[in-house]
């Protein structure tokens, strides 16, 4: 707990402390993402982790076009990813927009999906230009319709123009409002803070402020959940570990569309944060088409063969 | 809740088809040795034998030599350079076409992983040929003279730890530089270079050209003593190249000697630590450190001695030991037995000297040669794991307290190959490239190769530089 006691929350103790973080050296983080990348996970370990990452996606819509129907539709999906199968598990959880919690909590738990949480994007998402206010109402709002998690955004702005304080004190302001049975997901948006070491910083200021999760992106931005990004990442949570003993969860999303992008998530998670990591607890994947390729996977490795897309359901 | 548990992804054997016995590779053609005694080669990671090797002796040697003069005379030296580079940029292309193929036979013979062979030695020999071809026809432009020559038939020695890179080493500038050759490979790691033989058919290479002929080290010593020899050029151990120094001296054969090292990897307290660690790791357990530029000594500052020292054994038990047909695997067999049996001694000196060994949690395979990834903390100048080459996955921990102190033990070596220098510091990154008596200096990064970058030792590190445009001048006459 040492190197946290230094923590008061003022601008000041927070620059010193990101200031002891050692650098990222992009290019380093760059090959050891991709020689991860090269992990060849065949066979049983691929049936394995097609349901580990299933049971870890954080099923997505995120649309001004969304609708009461659209969002039940989603639920039902993620409830019965595939209606032939039920031995497929259900996904993590469902993220949907704020005002769009009620009718997605109302119908996960009409259709028998009680355990299913309702993620919710708050505080002005994606851009997060909104005054505190409008930040703190957006959250509690969704949290009085039934969400039970809240995925914000970070002040890129604030971060970039040097104003820690400011970015730290949101966080532990929508926390507050969170309490203990809302789990809160910070999402650092990493395509607007370009750098490693901005990610590495921005992560450390999050877990600080009292995150549950970290995550990467908004999916508004490219580029979203790269290799590299998850790798810092990663590594921060498990530093973190070793100087608090609390275990801060990792949620890349964005741009992760295919089973292998999915296994390769994965992969980074056990190698880097190691196995404790891959729950759907500590990781989770937000993305809406990755699904669906989970299932043709899954069916091509009981089966054999692959089958068309009309062997999946549209959401 | 179950654990991720990464199952077999063996890369297939089937596409490599070793036959029962090879013979010589002279003037473009296999024949038997005139002993017809012949050597096995094994897989180190479960003691199989791999092939029968042909032991070439004095009279094939002569034969060898014979035919690459009559090339050279002949054929190779009335050449334009424009031909040269065609035949070297077919070879290129030939062994990126066969790529796995090599990389399988590479993996069986050597040990070392298919991650390796398949993402590092084979697509570097090709490089190294597509280099080399670019060259062959500017050979005017390079700085050596108007009309450089080359020296005529050359001797080439290569060691088993990159058998085809290092013969593409070798054969590549010679070649392009208007030379013949007579290469003989390592004793364990003979296989590419029989497949590289059938590289040549296919590419037409005029016959002579290239001569492979296989052997023990009494084959290597009796090609550096061949009369007709123009120059010599060898990669391996200080001891051997010592001796090959000593036989050239009688002739005054011109001689590129590329030996051991014991490289400094210097971790000051800015460094990128995770980044850092990962070059620890690649600098000592890549090839299971069978690299005579691997980073065999961290120097460690003393302020992040703990911290780092957490972070790197905590990596190195992430390492995956085992089958190097797996393309999961990260570090793979020892190639012999005798060089397990050096592995162990040396280890056992460190420890009988008071140094603290730590190895990686590896499960060891019953069968095969290996070495599991260990460190010794507590080392100083003085021990001997500190100053000779180990060639192994063994790591051996220094402290130091300021830069200056840093670059006065990294230099404090007979040895001269290598040395990673790890800061966030810019300045202190070119402080230290000046200060460090090395050939190659790398800065937050290690064990990187390029053709076009030269690759060299001081002091007893070796002779001479391969690779870019110094590499050439070592085949062409009077240029240094």
């Known amino acids: ?66 609708t009461a129907g659209k969002v039940r539709s989603l639920c039902s999906k993620a409830l019965r990813p595939d209606p032939q199968d039920a031995t497929v598990p259900h996904v993590g959880a469902v993220c949907v927009y704020s005002d769009m919690v009620g009718i997605a909590r109302n119908h996960l738990d009409s259709i028998g999906g009680q355990d299913i949480p309702v993620a919710a994007v708050a505080t002005a998402f994606p851009s997060g230009r909104a005054s505190r206010k409008v930040k703190l109402q957006d959250s509690r709002d969704a949290i009085s319709l039934g969400a039970s998690e809240i995925d914000m955004v970070i002040d890129r702005g604030a971060f970039l123009s040097g104003q820690l304080g400011e970015v730290f004190d949101e966080i532990r302001a929508i926390k507050e409002i969170c309490g203990d049975k809302v789990h809160l997901k910070v999402i650092l948006e990493t395509g607007e803070l370009v750098t490693l070491d901005n990610v590495r910083k921005a992560s450390y200021l999050a877990m600080l402020a009292g995150a549950d999760f970290i995550k990467t992106s908004t999916g508004k931005v490219t580029p979203a959940a790269t290799a590299p990004v998850v790798l810092v990442m990663l590594e921060a949570v498990r530093d973190f570990f070793e100087i608090s003993q609390i275990r801060i969860g990792v949620k890349p999303a ?57 062997y999946v359901t549209v959401d | 809740m179950g654990n991720f548990e990464y199952a077999p992804a063996p890369e297939s054997k089937a596409i490599a088809d070793i036959k029962k016995d090879y013979g010589l590779f002279i003037n473009g053609r296999f024949v038997a040795s005139n002993s017809k005694k012949h050597f096995e080669t094994i897989n180190p990671a479960n003691e199989e034998v791999l092939a029968k090797i042909s032991l070439a002796d004095e009279v094939d040697i002569d034969k060898a030599v014979k035919a690459a003069r009559s090339a050279y005379v002949k054929v190779w030296s009335r050449m ?13 292309r030939l062994l990126q076409e066969r790529a796995r193929e090599f990389a399988v036979v590479e993996t069986l013979d050597n040990g070392k992983p298919i991650r390796e062979t398949r993402d590092t030695d084979i697509p570097l020999s090709a490089a190294h040929f597509f280099y080399h071809a670019g060259w062959a026809d500017k050979l005017e432009f390079a700085g050596f003279g108007a009309r450089p020559k080359a020296h005529g038939v ?65 084959t290597g010593a009796a090609l550096v003593k061949h009369r007709d020899i123009d120059k010599v050029a060898f990669t391996g151990s200080t001891e051997v190249g010592k001796l090959i120094a000593r036989s050239v001296a009688d002739s005054n054969t011109p001689a590129t000697l590329e030996l051991g090292g014991k490289g400094a990897n210097i971790v000051f307290e800015d460094a990128p630590l995770d980044q850092a660690v990962e070059g620890i790791i690649n600098g000592i357990f890549f090839n299971q450190g069978h690299v005579c530029c691997a980073g065999s000594r961290l120097l460690l500052q003393e302020n992040i001695y703990d911290e780092f020292l957490g972070k790197l054994q905590k990596r190195m038990s992430k390492i995956r030991l085992g089958d190097p047909l797996d393309k999961n695997t990260d570090i793979g067999a020892i190639n012999s037995a005798a060089q397990l049996s050096k592995i162990h001694e040396l280890s056992s000196s460190g420890q009988a000297e008071g140094a603290d060994i730590w190895s990686a949690p590896c499960q060891i395979p019953s069968k095969g040669f290996w070495f599991a990834p260990t460190i010794f903390t507590g080392v100083t100048q003085a021990h001997r794991i500190a100053r000779e080459e180990i060639f192994g996955p063994v790591l051996s921990v220094l402290t130091f307290r300021t830069p200056q102190e840093a670059i006065e033990k990294a230099n404090n070596t007979p040895f001269g190959l290598s040395a990673g220098v790890w800061t966030d510091k810019g300045s202190r990154i070119l402080w230290a490239g000046n200060h460090l008596k090395a050939g190659v200096i790398w800065a937050n990064t290690f064990n990187k190769f390029d053709p076009a970058s030269p690759f060299g030792g001081y002091k007893e590190s070796g002779w001479g530089r391969e690779g870019g445009r110094h590499g050439l001048g070592a085949y062409l006459k009077g240029a240094k």
């Open chain 1, 254 to 310: 964005g741009g992760i569309r295919s089973t292998k992008d999915a296994i390769k998530q994965l992969v980074l998670a056990n190698e880097i944060a190691g196995p404790h990591w891959l729950t759907p607890e500590l990781f989770r994947i937000g993305a809406s088409a990755l699904l669906n390729d989970l299932l043709m996977q899954r069916m091509k490795l009981s089966t054999g063969r692959y089958s068309s897309v009309n």
């Open chain 2, 154 to 218: 050359v001797a080439q020695i290569i060691p088993w730890n990159f058998p085809l890179l290092m013969l593409a080493w070798k054969i590549a500038p010679a070649l392009a530089t208007g030379n013949t050759v007579v290469l003989k490979p390592a004793e364990t790691t003979p296989l590419t270079a029989l497949l590289f033989a059938e590289v040549c058919q296919q590419a037409d290479l005029p016959v002579g050209v290239v001569n492979l002929i296989t052997g023990d080290g009494g």
């Open chain 2, 80 to 92: 334009s350079g424009r031909e040269r580079a065609k035949y070297l940029f077919r070879i290129a």
């Open chain 1, 1 to 66: 707990m040492s190197a946290l006691n230094l923590i008061d929350g003022s601008e000041a103790s927070l620059r010193r402390f990101l200031q002891t973080l050692p650098g990222v050296d992009q290019i380093g983080a760059q090959e050891r993402a991709a020689m991860l990348g090269t992990r060849s996970i065949k066979t049983t370990s691929k049936k394995w982790a097609i349901d580990r990452a299933i049971s870890m996606i954080d099923l997505t819509t995120l649309e001004g076009a969304d």
